[in-house]
């Protein structure tokens, strides 16, 4: 495992960071993305410190922007040629919000985010993975999806432009919309050295002081 290289979006907190954590823990070198440099290199400090592995790094990718991901992907393929693993972490879901926010790409961040940047990075880094052993491309969705069976996504609108904004309606339908999207791109796939997998997790504990703006009501 010391040889495997392992890239996970959202690192520096949350499911990100637990799994940087412990993937380090077993000897794989671990890159953490993360949009903000300051909370990235106190995460970086951390996990290094809690897995005594220095063979940590972080990735500075904001995964609503375009330009950055591409960025990101430019400075991995300067020191790296191959990914064994890809962890698509990085979601937002900011409960406090109450209207829609639009990226530099003029695109609501939620979706963004959750999947149209996942569909990028994968597409950009593709090629690295394929020249791993073992390619292994994990997206977390969500166990909250089990409360709504019959949402769908709004492929007419699927930043709710037309129709009333709910971050958590943007959010599941973006968790849905990464499941659909491993099905198919396991599909695609499917005569390559690469597996694609979906996980569903359960409830996790909000670390509150992300979101200043709440009121005593949430």
């Not at 330009?67 to 698509?88: E, G, Q, Y």
């Not at 394929?130 to 709504?148: C, D, N, P, T, Y």
């Amino acid at each position: 495992m010391k040889n495997k290289v392992c890239l996970i979006t959202g690192g520096n907190s949350g499911i990100g960071k637990a799994a940087a954590i412990q993937l380090a823990q077993i000897g794989l070198k671990v890159i953490i993305g993360c949009r903000n440099e300051e909370k990235g290199n106190i995460a970086l400090r951390e996990i290094k410190d809690l897995s005594k592995n220095n063979n940590v790094e972080m990735l500075l990718i904001d995964m609503s922007s375009r330009t950055s991901i591409k960025n990101a992907v430019n400075m991995f393929k300067l020191k790296h040629n191959v990914l064994d693993v890809l962890i698509h972490n990085a979601a937002d879901f900011d409960i406090s919000r109450k209207s829609p926010i639009y990226s530099e790409d003029k695109v609501e961040t939620v979706w963004a985010t959750n999947h149209i940047g996942p569909v990028l990075l994968t597409e950009l880094l593709i090629n690295e993975i394929k020249q791993s052993e073992q390619g292994r491309i994990i997206i977390v969705a969500s166990q909250g999806l089990m409360l709504h069976p019959f949402l769908k996504v709004n492929i007419h609108d699927p930043e709710f432009r037309e129709g009333n904004y709910s971050v958590e309606k943007a959010y599941y339908q973006s968790k849905l919309a990464q499941v659909m999207y491993t099905y198919w791109l396991a599909e695609k796939l499917k005569d390559t050295k690469i597996t694609v997998n979906c996980i569903r997790v359960t409830n996790v504990k909000i670390d509150i002081k992300r979101y200043p703006n709440l009121t005593k009501l949430i």
